[in-house]
């Protein structure tokens, strides 16, 4: 099967999505499947590597840090696509390369799926507007990105209710995101994880709280930065691994409320040594509620990291309550569960042993893939094109005579 996989930003990048794209193009590669990627270059050059297209770019840090719009380039990287005849089209984005993707199905009448991977009401405040002000325009949009598409991936229930509440008429499938468990179970040297603690300052005898992330207000890590400073029970340290727009806010915060000493920062770090970093944790913390698939959460379970994360939706089927980790709903819970799991070392390590096996038996990409693919084929068996009217007719018409999209 020939699979076209849309995505804004692809490796080497790193965020959710992008591993989330990239360890499903590597499962079907692995079950003899022929993938393109179709993505945004982070220049406005255009080049191919790898069967990866890069299609020239414009930043919109303006708008939001790391955001870029497809930049006009000659047609025949798409119409090489395009010739190509993709069997099936699976975009992961709903802006530049959705458009573009949405441009190679028409023109070979290849069925479009679609992941829903982003909780766009958490970001509009990026834009100077409000959820009341933002809600309906994302509703709006959402609807009709997905009136193009066959079947519509949730990596969560939670997922799948909010695009229900959209109105949203079509297929929604609930499948939970895969991941390459490989480097997750690859070997390390006692030798390599000392010399990362030495080279940040991280104690070997001290319980290490966690957090995996982009340091984006969507992710609310000032609450359990709150919660902290007024934690003095018990003597731990906090390793923050990733970067983004409000890292100087939450290193102010830290800062007043005297947790610098115990926290450490890693910055961004490489996504081939991300599994490195979380065996330098004890326990994973978050206080995010914007997750649609929750990707740093499977990732934690498969390093053995119990979860000590907000309450929120996106946690079902993932944490088993007091077995893999606890969820919260406020500063007196979240310092109860984190109390317990540092004054009881053999629970801690029971909890870590079932949070490694749990996620092990139901979050490999192969078994996502395997679903995925099920998908593919009841699309390709029951393809159709939605119907346009003569303006949209037109329009495509006129846009197919230019050189360049």
């Known amino acids: 099967m020939k699979v076209l996989l849309a995505v804004d930003k ?18 079907l590669e692995r079950k003899g499947h022929e993938v393109k990627v179709l993505t945004l270059s982070e220049s406005i050059s255009t080049h191919v590597k790898d069967n990866v297209i890069y299609i020239g770019s414009m930043s ?30 699976h975009t992961n984005t709903e802006f530049s390369t ?9 023109n070979t009448n290849a069925p479009m799926i679609h992941t829903y ?3 766009y009401e958490d970001y509009v405040h990026y834009l100077a507007l409000n959820k009341k002000m933002g809600k309906p325009l994302v509703k709006s949009y959402i609807r009709h990105v997905t009136s193009y598409m066959q079947a519509i991936i949730a990596p969560t229930e939670k997922t799948r209710l909010q695009l229900q509440g959209y109105n949203i008429k079509k297929k929604i499938i609930v499948i ?3 991941l390459d468990l490989t480097k997750y179970n690859a070997p ?9 603690r030495l080279h940040h300052g991280i104690r070997k005898d001290v319980p290490t709280l966690i957090f995996v992330g982009r340091l984006g207000k969507e992710k609310n890590l000032l609450e359990v930065i709150n919660y902290l400073s007024d934690y003095r029970d018990h003597d731990y340290q906090f390793l923050i691994v990733g970067d983004g727009p409000d890292r100087k806010s939450i290193e102010q915060q830290i800062a007043t409320t005297g947790l610098a000493p115990r926290t450490i920062f890693t910055g961004m770090v490489s996504q081939d040594d991300i ?9 994973f913390v978050s206080a995010s509620q914007s ?5 740093t959460y499977i990732e934690a379970l498969s390093s053995g990291l119990p979860l000590l994360c907000k309450k929120d939706e996106c946690l079902d089927n993932v944490l088993l309550e007091g077995e893999t980790g606890w969820s919260f709903t406020n500063e007196q819970e979240f310092k109860e569960h984190l109390s317990y799991f540092i004054e009881n070392r053999e629970k801690a390590k029971e909890m870590s042993r079932k949070a490694k096996e749990f996620a092990d038996s139901n979050f490999s990409s192969d078994a996502f893939a395997s679903r995925v693919l099920e998908i593919y084929e009841d699309a390709i068996k029951n393809n159709y094109q939605k119907k346009r009217g003569l303006i949209k007719t037109l329009c495509h018409s006129l846009w197919d005579r230019f050189p360049l999209v």
């Open 176 to 178: 939970p995101t895969g």
């Open 275 to 283: 599994a490195k970093y979380y065996r330098l944790g004890d326990i």
């Open 188 to 196: 390390v040297s006692e030798e390599e994880t000392d010399n990362m």
């Open 98 to 106: 959705y458009t573009l993707a949405k441009d190679i199905s028409r």
């Open 10 to 27: 692809y490796y080497p990048a790193i965020n959710g999505v992008i591993t989330s794209v990239k360890n499903l193009k590597e499962a």
């Open 117 to 119: 991977h982003t909780d």
């Open 60 to 89: 919109m840090d303006r708008i939001y840090p790391d955001i870029r719009i497809k930049h006009p380039v000659n047609r025949r990287y798409i119409q090489e696509l395009i010739d190509w005849k993709p069997d099936v089209i």
């Open 291 to 295: 997750e649609t698939q929750g990707l």
